[in-house]
C-alpha cells in the first residue's frame, strides 16, 4: 500500500481552502472507479489515504515492472474552478503530498464550464 495527502490552497498556495471536495479515482482511462471522496480540513489538508501500490521490490531490478500506480484527482469548490489531477503516482510504502492551487471563479462565471488539468507521468 501507498498513501496519498491532499493539500488545497488558493492564491498560489498562500491560504487553505476548507471544506474542499477531494475525489480519488484509479487512472484507468474510460473504466476509472471512484476509490474515495474526502473533504479538506481548515488547514486544507486531507487525512492521509491509503491505497494500492506495486512492491518495492519492482523499483529494484529493470525487469520487475512499474514501481508505482497511476491515480486521478479531482478537486471541487464552490466559487472555484474544478481542478483534475492526472497521473498521480503512489509507490508502495510512502506517502505523496500533492498540493491542489484552486482558482477562484470570476464574477458571473459558470462553475461547470471550467475545469484545469495538471500533472504529468513522473520522470524517473
Do not use: C, H, W
Amino acid at each position: 500500500m501507498g498513501y496519498l495527502s491532499v493539500y488545497v490552497k488558493t492564491a498560489d498556495g498562500a491560504l487553505p481552502v476548507e471544506g474542499a471536495m477531494v475525489t480519488i479515482r484509479s487512472d484507468d482511462g474510460e473504466n476509472s472507479d471512484v476509490l474515495a471522496v474526502l473533504f479538506t480540513d481548515p488547514g486544507g489538508v486531507t487525512e492521509r489515504f491509503a491505497l494500492p501500490a506495486p512492491p518495492k521490490s519492482f523499483a529494484q531490478t529493470p525487469e520487475g515492472g512499474t514501481p508505482y500506480r497511476f491515480y486521478s484527482i479531482d478537486t471541487d469548490k464552490t466559487g472555484f474552478r474544478r481542478v483534475r489531477n492526472v497521473k498521480v503516482a503512489i509507490y508502495s510504502e510512502v506517502t505523496a503530498f500533492q498540493p491542489v492551487n484552486l482558482i477562484p471563479l470570476a464574477l458571473g462565471e459558470p462553475s461547470d464550464s471550467t475545469e484545469y488539468f495538471e500533472g504529468s507521468a513522473p520522470n524517473l
